[in-house]
């Protein structure tokens, strides 16, 4: 678990600076921040993509997962999640819950996670989820200087995800085969991908309805 704590850290240490320093940035620069983070979010999300080989199979669980989030409502529990903790916290932040909704997807979606968790879960090597959690560090300041206090809670969504992930990554070891691994990218990627394009105002795409069609492929690919 040295792994998560550490990444549940940083997350916060970042979001603690970068409320820091928001306050202090005038409006035009947090725009600029907030676009140079969202094609930063795009970049890596086309550099999972282009992992995937069987297009198939992923498409179908993208469609899939899509209408299954749609039904059960994910995007909107999620949003309610962040406005039980803004209520919990008193916090006025307009950007709350988009904040705390962004950031706990592009910290937890995507191969670091997945396979930085199971390997800490299973060998006590850390070191893959350690270096994510540099890189979420610098993330949780953008996004912290831009989007407000909601990014602070996102720990609580690393910390439960890849602590998860953790516990169970016995179970789960199969999804490390690069085989199925490069279909899981692919997947987490086109849902960065929707992320990037709320992070840069093109449209406001309910990424979190589509996190079911990550539970779909790993099925999928462990019984192919």
């Known amino acids: 678990m040295i792994g ?14 970068g409320l820091a320093i928001g306050d202090r940035l005038p409006e035009k620069i947090k725009s600029s921040v907030l676009t140079a983070l969202g094609l930063i979010t795009m ?38 999640v962040g406005d039980w903790l803004k209520a919990r916290s008193g916090s006025q932040s307009g950007g709350f ?3 705390f909704v962004s950031a706990s997807l592009l910290f937890c ?9 199971i390997q800490d879960g299973t060998t006590g090597d850390a070191t893959l ?17 831009t989007t407000g ?12 995800i890849q602590g998860g992930l953790t516990l169970l990554g016995r179970w789960l ?19 960065i991908l929707g992320l990037s394009l709320r992070l840069l105002g093109l449209k406001e795409v309910p990424v979190a ?13 462990v019984l192919i």
């Open 4 to 17: 998560t704590l550490v990444n549940t850290g940083t997350v916060i240490a970042g979001s603690l600076v």
């Open 43 to 80: 970049w890596i999300g086309v550099t999972m993509v282009i992992r995937g080989t069987r297009p198939l199979l992923i498409v179908s669980s993208l469609i899939c997962g899509g209408v299954i989030g749609e039904l059960l409502a994910v995007e909107r529990r999620l949003e309610r």
């Open 109 to 117: 979606v995507g191969p670091m996670t997945i396979v930085g968790s």
């Open 97 to 99: 819950v988009r904040g």
């Open 173 to 191: 070891a199969a999804l490390t085969v690069p085989a199925a691994l490069d279909q899981l990218s692919c997947v987490g990627g086109l849902i």
């Open 209 to 221: 309805n589509y996190l079911p069609a990550l539970v779909i492929i790993a099925l999928a690919v």
């Open 149 to 160: 206090i909601g990014v602070l809670f996102s720990a609580l969504t690393v910390l439960g």
């Open 129 to 145: 989820l350690l270096t994510k959690s540099v890189m979420d560090g610098f993330a949780a300041i953008a996004l912290a200087a």
